[in-house]
């Protein structure tokens, strides 16, 4: 507020209690006041909306308004300002009502002369600045508390879930543990009875216990880059369908006999950039699942299909399916859905191939029906070079 001029918006009827209060402000030396007089609630509402003012006198008796409802308005239109409310003489309790719904002060009219008023005027609109302030701190702390709630949230569901990934972790490591402790065992207390077949069984089930294992490991670390951001999106000139296609035969030479893998591509590519790591994590899970969730074998497609600013990937199996209630939980670690029986897995895989994809800027989905078949659908984001 500048200490040379305040504006004062005047909502009065009576035209001679308007020109004294002006003549009482004339004389003022310390400040200047300038001052616009309306005599209508109406014409006071418009005026806001065209103008600013430092501060509201108030006469409670309007003709299109009486006594304290004029105030509502007001305050609704401009809450900044602060107001003083003029009353007679005999209004003490309707001018307390009128500090308690928000008026700053009030003054009696015929109590009036200039030391009054301007006090009361410098005040009110102190006040009222102090008071905004105050509420505008008030605000931003509102704030900062939201944001460090929902901060402090996301910590406790993120520490919820990181005890719960250990206690699984923990859970998928004693199998293959005590796998190892029993062969070795054996192994250990009847070198001489074992024929060479059955100590030849023992050590293959060590071996095999130690590969899950470090596959295993494999997976948490990778989920663990992914988490903390040191897996990154490192995009070459890469030749897709060649790619996609030497992953197939790869993933062929593994699957048995029952398994036909079909990879096809759709549409004309031009030259872009992929993650090839990335790539081969998300396209060497979903096979290696859509092989071994089709226990009875069949044919899984794998196709690409370029579109004009994506690509999209389908690896669909005529598989077990997966029911409806997991569909969208199996991208969750350590989820796996009730159907897979004896079919050994950690749950790990769609979690990594899910941050793979979001990495690469794109999206996965999944159709399925328990006993038909799955089928996942990747679509990529077309990078230039
Ligand atoms: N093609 C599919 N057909 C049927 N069910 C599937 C298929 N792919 C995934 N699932 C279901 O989703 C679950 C999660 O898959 P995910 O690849 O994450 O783990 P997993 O295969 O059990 O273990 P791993 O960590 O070894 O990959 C599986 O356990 C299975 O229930
Ligand atoms: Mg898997």
Known sequence: MPLSS??????????AEARLLQEVLKGATLKQFSLLHVKRLREALDQLNQDEFDIILLDLSLPDSQGLSSLTPLINRAPS???VVLTNTNDDELAIEAVRQG??????KRQLNREVLIRSVSYAIERKQALEELREVNETLEIQVQEQTAELMKAKKLNQLK?????????DFRNPLNTILLSTGLLQENTYKLTKEKKLTHFQLIRSAINNMTQLLDEVLLIGKADSGSLKFQPTPLALESFCHQLVEELQLTAS?????VFTSFGELDE??????????IFGNLLDNAIKYSPEGGIVRFQLIVQEKTVSFRIQDQGI????????QIFDPFTRASNVNTITGTGLGLAMVNRCVELHGGQISVESEVGVGTTFIVTLPLCKP
Not at 6 to 15: A, F, G, H, Q, Y
Not at 257 to 261: A, F, P, S, V, Y
């Open 257 to 261: 006999k029952k398994h036909q893998l």
């Open 163 to 171: 005890s719960e990934f250990v206690s699984m972790l923990s859970h």
């Open 321 to 328: 399916g997966i029911p409806p209630e997991y569909q969208k």
């Open 6 to 15: 305040v504006k004062i918006l005047l909502i009065e009827d009576n035209l």
């Open 81 to 83: 300002i602060p107001i």
């Open 103 to 108: 008026a700053q002060d009030y003054l009696v």
């Open 272 to 281: 872009a950039l992929w993650d090839e790591g990335l790539l081969r994590h």
